[in-house]
């Protein structure tokens, strides 16, 4: 079964630099969601898209900015980054009337 | 606000024996639902069981079922039969029903021993 794609697996950037993540959710489901995993945490919401607009939004920065198009794949731009941003970042999605989400295997991004 | 709590960071189960894992939360909601999802070290998320709070009836899939007691506010995950592949960090996630976001408790380690 096809599941939840995201591009690139690994990434490492300089500070200052700019990072966009990228998600395809599963066939067919509408809902995307942003995770963010540092290090022996657990995963921090920040920002979901339902149909195309923003439909919840948690601790995500400023210099972020995500966007889900038309065909319901969805981008996670970063800016300016700096060394916390190192960390796991997952995309998930869902149908939406269905509850559970499914994940996919995460962007390790690296910030020098 | 909802919050979700694990209380155990460090679990260990000897193989074939059975472990629960503990999960509180806290809501005002009526309408939500629960899940747990399994980390192995690939840090791959991997749902494992899903619990609707209407339903009275503990959700069971194959060797993990819930003990799901509303009124407390406990959502625990029992593994039966541990097996070596049962090893990971296992998640309590809450999500309020109309909401789209989920909410991860800290995270229980669980390592099952041969």
């Known amino acids: 079964a096809a599941g939840v794609i995201q591009s690139p697996r690994h990434l490492i950037k300089e500070k200052r630099e700019t990072a966009t993540l990228k998600c395809y959710p599963i066939p067919r489901h509408d809902t995307v969601y942003w995770y963010q995993q540092g290090p022996g945490q657990d995963p921090q919401f920040l920002i979901s898209f339902y149909e195309k607009m923003q439909s919840d939004k948690g601790s995500i920065p400023d210099r972020f900015s995500a966007q889900q198009f038309s065909d319901y794949h969805s981008e996670l731009n970063m800016s300016s980054l700096e060394l916390g941003d190192s960390a796991l970042y997952f995309c998930a999605s869902s149908l939406d009337r269905a509850p559970e989400a499914f994940f996919g295997q995460g962007t390790r991004l690296t910030v020098v | 606000a909802q919050t979700v709590t694990q209380s155990q960071p460090e679990m260990s189960v000897q193989e074939a024996e059975t472990v629960t894992l503990s999960c509180t939360y806290d809501?005002?909601?009526?309408?939500?639902?629960l899940f747990w999802y399994k980390q192995p070290p690939s840090r791959q998320m991997i749902l494992v069981i899903r619990?609707?709070?209407?339903?009275?009836q503990n959700a069971t899939e194959n060797r993990f079922s819930v003990n799901f007691q509303k009124a407390a506010k406990s959502f625990s995950l029992k593994i039966s039969d541990s097996q070596l592949g049962d090893t990971a960090m296992y998640f309590c996630?809450?999500?309020?029903?109309?909401?789209?976001?989920?909410?991860f408790g800290t995270g229980t380690r669980l390592k099952v021993l041969a």
């Open positions: 996630a809450f999500r309020a029903s109309g909401t789209y976001k989920y909410i």
């Open positions: 809501t005002s909601e009526n309408n939500y639902y």
């Open positions: 619990q609707e709070a209407y339903k009275q």
